[in-house]
């Protein structure tokens, strides 16, 4: 029990789980592995690895948009993976944090960034509850079709509000104020080997338009923050409650769970993730209109946490990755990207119905296991 | 659910795969015969000496004998069908009280009343002297009221530890803001919940069990699980909808033993039992409904030589030959 390297636990029969392998690690080796994992996001547009680099288009503008899935997937996941709370109608709160960007930094007035997010997340945040507020008393595939229509009814809005630009959408959106505090080199793969090119390099945090691998660092920084929220709301009575509801609605509320305010939390924080990732959509792209804002994009962001497995969050971060990433890794089969997807889903359906990594237990399993453990070698001894 | 395996030994047959409340009672009538020579059932012993009393939740407390609570002319009509009928009866602190009645005769819907999750049409229900009026569910279970359901509603996707979390939660009220920068009152309503809920989990013999999932244990865990989560709210009155069907007369008995023991915590308990015999056994007072009216009312000798009751349980009389 002393001091066990990271090679033995690596050697351990594959029947066990990943994650209890890498729970299994002593604490120094996981956070070293943690800093290493970071570190490799943080470069991974900057390594050029090849194959997964993606040929067509710019990899640090890939990048974030995958960012911006995963964001969205781990807000939604709140909503449909922790609350059981379908809703078909995510978009609209991605609309909302992004037109709100749009129309206080450029359409309407000339704040700064830095003010005007906050503000974009708490306007997502009381569209939430406005939405929330009447629809969260109806349950199952009534919510879905109510949310449904909140989607499409924010972005006819937006198509026949002439302050908020009409069908032209609004451009013109300012970068974010920019830090040029160091340079990161990148990799070239040209000669086979990585040979490190000075030439080519990233500013750290300077928002332009030619380079977009620092907005995929702001992304993916929000993402930290945002999973590390997920992470300490989900443990607490918070997430119980969310669960309980979840998993059986009036035996929750004579259980003492006022289950429709956990609800409409649920609904409001959810809402506030996925403004925040359509104000970093709309802070990038730099022009939005009522077409980035379509449906489908409900559809995907739902996919991606169904795709992944509804309450985990790190399934559903892999359910975005997939969702977000292989369209355009395989832009060549652009033409079938629908008719790949749609076959995609239901080979998953089929195979592995509750998602690519469903929730798991086995870490507080194994805590309380420990625990237990730990007792009775107390009561022997004693 | 594809792997519903069971890491306890050899109780494979009498795991309750309880993925859906309605398959649940399905599978009880055949669950009794299979636990009978159990191994299973030795390990699974109750521990009556942790101590489990009600928390204080701030209810005021009503000595030994007085009334706890009141059900008053209760009527609930559904259309036309008049599901209870000027029902009337009332549980005083501390003893156990059982409801009985044929099939239909309205049991459950009285503890629905009770609890909020149905409106009398026109009555009331007074709980410590005043009328629950049309206070939701969850303020009722804050008062002091707490139930268990006839099929089993444990929230199968969770933990038996969280389950029963999710009942002392009743009483926190730590939110986002606490939860996500741990603040004292996270991290202080999180240690004392867990060690209560573990007392409880120790009380009904299911300590070993914290970390499965619901729907992994066997039924008869389920059925100690769902007491436990009730407890866990700090009731002053518990209510027990049927919690042996689907036992065999040992496991009943061990059960009815169980009860005895929560009353003398300081619980006050009202029973639903369909088996005479056990209702006899373990009440002080019994209450008998039949077709929504309250046909009788006493000790449980009472009841036992009262004509109407018996009439009503072997059907002699001409109208209810059903």
């Known amino acids: 029990m002393s001091t066990p390297t990271s090679a033995p636990a690596a050697r351990k029969p594959a029947t066990r789980g990943f994650k209890e392998r890498v729970d299994h690690l002593p604490r120094s080796v996981k956070i070293v592995l943690w800093v290493l994992f970071a570190l490799f996001l943080f470069l991974l547009p900057l390594l050029n690895i090849p194959f997964i680099t993606t040929e067509g288009s710019d990899f640090g503008g890939v990048l974030f948009t995958v960012a911006t899935y995963v964001l969205v997937a781990l807000g939604l996941n709140i909503v449909v993976g922790y609350a059981g709370l379908l809703d078909l109608g995510y978009v609209g709160f991605y609309a909302v944090g992004a037109y709100t960007v749009g129309v206080l930094t450029s359409e309407h007035a000339h704040l700064s960034w830095v003010v005007v997010v906050p503000i974009a997340i708490v306007v997502a945040m009381v569209s939430g509850v406005i939405l929330g507020a009447p629809t969260l008393r109806v349950r199952g595939d009534y919510l879905a079709i109510v949310t449904l229509g909140f989607g499409e009814i924010v972005r006819l809005t937006l198509v026949n509000s002439q302050w908020l630009g009409g069908a032209q959408g609004i451009s013109d959106i300012p970068k974010p104020p920019s830090a040029e505090l160091f340079e990161v080199p990148s990799l070239d793969w040209s000669s086979g080997a990585p040979v490190v090119d000075l030439d080519t390099t990233s500013t750290f945090l300077k928002f332009g338009i030619n380079d977009f691998v620092p907005y995929y660092w702001l992304a993916l920084g929000i993402i930290g923050l945002v999973l590390l929220f997920d992470i300490l709301v989900k443990s607490s009575r918070v997430g119980r409650a969310w669960e309980a509801t979840r998993e059986d609605e009036d035996a929750a509320e004579l259980m003492g769970v006022p289950t429709f305010r956990f609800k409409l939390l649920a609904f409001a924080l959810g809402a506030a993730i996925g403004g925040l990732s359509g104000a970093l959509f709309a802070t990038k792209a730099g022009f939005i209109s009522p077409d980035s804002f379509q449906l489908l994009l409900s559809i995907l962001f739902l996919a991606a946490v169904v795709v992944g497995g509804a309450g985990n969050r790190w399934g559903v971060i892999v359910g975005a990755i997939v969702v977000g990433y292989f369209p355009e890794r395989f832009r060549d089969f652009a033409d079938f990207r629908v008719l790949v997807f749609g076959l995609a889903l239901m080979l998953l359906a089929i195979f592995r119905p509750q998602g690519l990594l469903p929730p798991r237990r086995t870490v507080r399993a194994k805590r309380a296991d420990d625990r237990q453990a730990v007792l009775e070698e107390g009561e022997a001894s004693a | ?322």
């Open chain 2, 1 to 322: 659910m594809p792997e519903p395996t069971q890491p306890t030994t050899g109780d494979d047959e009498t795991t309750t795969p309880a993925a859906s409340p309605a398959a649940a009672p399905a599978t009880t009538a055949g669950a009794g015969e299979h636990r009978l020579a159990d191994p299973a059932d030795e390990v699974t012993e109750i521990n009556p000496g942790v101590d489990i009393a009600p928390e204080d939740i701030g209810v005021p407390v009503v000595s030994e004998g007085e009334r706890l609570l009141e059900v008053d002319e209760v009527t609930l009509r559904f259309g036309g069908v008049v599901a209870l009928n000027e029902v009337s009866f009332h549980i005083n602190k501390g003893e156990i009280l059982g409801l009985i009645g044929p099939n239909g005769a309205g049991k459950t819907t009285c503890f629905n009343v009770m609890t909020g999750v149905y409106q009398p049409t026109s009555g009331a229900v007074r709980y410590l002297g005043k009328p629950l009026g049309k206070r939701k569910k969850f303020q009722i279970t804050k008062l002091g009221i707490a139930r268990t359901f006839q099929n089993i509603r444990l929230f199968a996707n969770m933990t038996a530890l969280e389950n029963v979390l999710v009942g002392v939660d009743a009483h926190h009220t730590t939110g986002v803001v606490s939860a996500m920068f741990r603040l004292p009152k996270h991290r202080k309503e999180e240690s004392q919940g867990y060690a209560r809920a573990m007392e409880l989990l120790t009380f009904m013999g299911l300590d070993g069990k914290a970390d499965e999932l619901a729907r992994n244990l066997p039924y008869g865990d389920q059925r100690r699980l769902e007491i436990a989560r009730a407890l866990a709210t700090s009731p002053q009155l518990l209510c027990l909808d049927e919690p042996a069907a689907g036992f065999n007369p040992a496991e009943k008995a061990k059960l009815m033993e169980l009860i005895r023991t929560i009353r003398d915590q300081g619980y006050t308990v009202l029973l639903i039992e369909h088996d005479m015999k056990l209702v006899m056994g373990v009440t002080d007072r019994i209450v008998v409904l039949e077709f929504g009216r309250k046909i009788a009312e006493g000790s449980p000798a009472e009841i036992r030589d009262n004509p109407a009751v018996i009439a009503a349980y072997l059907g002699v009389d001409e109208e209810d030959a059903s």
